[in-house]
């Protein structure tokens, strides 16, 4: 420990950007692990759907598709509500 210490301290005394730039870099690559935003990216990101509805003619044998387009079907988004 002592030896990455010294280099530390013998490489911010002679290139101090270089330095600063690495530790931005390493903040960079390490932040999106740490951060709850990344959590609830992720469970909004499933509960949006990949093709969004296109208006279809209802013969009466589509129990699958919505009578209207703000008809609630699916999975619930009441745990966004609740953040």
């Not at 932040?31 to 990949?50: D, G, Q, R």
Request: hydrophobic share 40%; glycine share 8%; charged share 15%.
């Amino acid at each position: 420990m002592a030896g990455i210490g010294a280099f530390l301290r013998n490489a911010w005394n002679k290139e101090p950007v270089i330095m600063v730039s690495c530790g931005i870099g390493l903040v960079g690559m390490v932040l999106p692990f740490v951060s709850p935003y990344t959590k609830y990216t992720a469970m909004m990101n499933t509960v949006v759907p990949h093709n969004y509805p296109v208006p279809v003619r209802d013969d009466g044998n589509m129990p699958d598709v919505p009578s209207h387009p703000c008809e609630a079907k699916g999975r619930s988004l009441e745990w966004l509500k609740n953040l």
